[in-house]
């Protein structure tokens, strides 16, 4: 075999590798749309009498009947002295409640239970099937497989549902998580397929380096992280609203009752969401010194005022000051919410908005659609 025709049969077998991680990440999509209906379903056939934790406990009439009860109530059982508080229901001052969590999804129902079950077990099949996609893709041009706002896309996608999925097996109960992840991950996916598809290709010379497998690696987990705790905050804010409502003696609608009693508390959602965002913030940090020790090896210059250098640093300001606010007592809740929806707001303008509209060193094209090409981070 000539030298020529090795060289047309390796291109060949990468093109062939290309086409099967295209067909992985179509197979994942059409996986992820039947996790969708089954989380839907867990919702819609979930029981509804389970459902009423909240809005008994913030009633005006459970509230009064709870200042009225006696501090300690004594029942005597078999000769034993049985002490009884009653369960008092407070606003504290920072602005959460003393309100039990939502029973989930299911509501507290066996058959909503299963389609729950059947909806997580085809989210872990879709996940492999993108995993795949995304390996093959690498595969195919043997490289890091996010050179690219396709491939950002794709192995963006895979990282949060990775992300979900590991919460899960730690035995955290956010199943209630499924249905939104799925959506916007079907919407990310098709985005991905449709409008920037990029053809399997090598990368340009300024991006050959193992700062690629570091900086944009990082980069990616990140987001991840902070699209589940963005969820979590959305969450908290309508079920903040409607805690609200409740405690003021008004009368939530069946649809907004049926969805939002059986999410966690709102106290319990903000906490959910602090925590993420605080765990993957330091990692955060670093992704942006990583690129700056790449932007000295490639461009002789640590940092220079770039506008994806920029974003990076508006970010992490935008992160920072909700992490601080949230703790202080003061900027506890609602504002620190709008604070992390920021944050994240500035986050998706850092790779979306940068990479297709504004132009730079990141962009290694021209403003406007022919950057889709670039480089994520």
Known sequence: MTLAAATDLAAAANENLAEISNVLVYSAMAVYTLAFFAYIAEWTFGSRSKVARTAAALSPKAGAEARKAPAVTVQQAGGTAVLERPKVVVRAATGSRDVPDGPGAHGGDEKGDLYGRIAVSLTVLAFCLSFGGVLTRALSV????????????????TTAVGVYLLLLALKKDIRWLGLFLTTTVLLDLGLAVTVLYTESDQLVPALHSYWLYIHVSTAILCGAVFYVGAVGVILYLFKDAYENKLAGGGKPGSFATSVLERLPAAASLDKFSYRVNAAVFPLWTFTIIAGAIWAGDAW???WGWDPKEVWSFITWVAYA??????????????????????AFGCWLFNYYGVNIFVSGKHSYADVGLSALGSVGF
């Open 142 to 157: 043997e490289r890091a497989p996010w050179g690219n706002m396709y491939e950002f896309n794709i192995t963006f996608s």
């Open 300 to 302: 002789g210059r640590y």
């Open 321 to 342: 000051c909700y992490l601080h606010a949230r703790a202080t007592a003061g900027w506890k809740g609602r504002k620190a919410a709008y604070l992390a929806l920021l």
